[in-house]
DNA sequence: TGCGTTATTGCGACTCATTCTCAAAACGTC
DNA sequence: GACGTTTTGAGAATGAGTCGCAATAACGCA
């Protein structure tokens, strides 16, 4: 369920497409990303990219939100955290311990939202679903 | 599905039954609880108890979340929003308009959560699922 | 009721994630 | 290559929340 690569030449014409300037700092950017896994802090970006501004690592994290192509999640204490978006419209099982992201997508979700839609006084215009767990590596090998 | 109400006495037992001092900043606080329909702030808090610290609002907040009593739930840009809980172990449809927050309890979602379970590689240790919406309220009168 | 112990308070400084401001630098087009 | 516009980077500002610490107030006991 989390396999498609997504390549920086797709993350820039994504970029290219909505009118934005391929600058070295996006370019970084975009190459960083493809050689992440799972999740991904804004913070650890910063540090990996030591020659990009803070400000700029944010707007192109969001200018991508806004594209699609990356998906912002939270941890269990509200920490956030980014990670790239395989599918168009999906959810996340995120390993506490080590912050891989499986995606996953599930029909019984969309009839959930059916049967809540019914039962509350109002419309239903989206949600949010994290899923914690504690992947297959972490189990055997209970790092920290 | 979003009955019962809470009295202020519940949640000072619930202080007690914690082994916490009663005090006024505390007794403001609830009684301010009392009142709140739907989900609010806590710098909402903070700017109706005048009197009362911003740390104090904060650690008050804190208490009654560890006690089950309160849910903090995170609007659709992240932005906090605190409620009274009026079940165990259940969700919220909250208003992105005015922020009244529907509670629901849905077997579906226990469902989904054995699917997720068997489909991804691990071991599934929580979730957090925040359905967003406009209430009848704000759909006939689309305030501001 | 009066006291002492201990929890709680409030202030202000601090953190963390993120956004804003604005002058300087970099793109892409002509 | 020149030029207009988009981006960038440094640092200040913001919002949510936490922390340290001296002053204060609850509660149990006599």
Redesign the pocket.
């Known amino acids: 369920m989390t396999t498609t690569r997504i390549s920086s030449t797709d993350l820039i014409a994504t ?2 497409d ?9 370019r970084d ?1 975009i190459a960083l990303l493809e050689r992440k896994e799972g999740g991904f ?3 650890e970006l910063c540090s990996e990219l030591p ?12 200018l991508l939100l806004e594209a699609g192509v990356l998906c ?1 999640l939270a941890m269990p204490d ?3 955290k980014y990670t790239l978006a395989r599918f168009d419209h999906h959810h996340h099982a995120v390993c506490v311990q080590c912050g891989l992201v499986t995606d996953f997508r599930d029909s019984t979700i969309e009839r959930l939202m059916r049967a809540v839609g019914s039962e509350v006084p109002g419309k239903v215009v989206g949600h949010r679903l994290e899923v914690y767990m504690t992947c297959q590596g972490c189990l055997v090998s209970p790092a920290d």
Chains 1, 2 share one sequence.
């Open positions: 970029l290219e909505r009118g934005c300037r391929i600058t070295s700092p996006r950017f802090s804004a913070e020659g990009v501004g803070r400000a700029t690592i944010y707007r192109t994290l969001k912002k509200g920490a956030p």
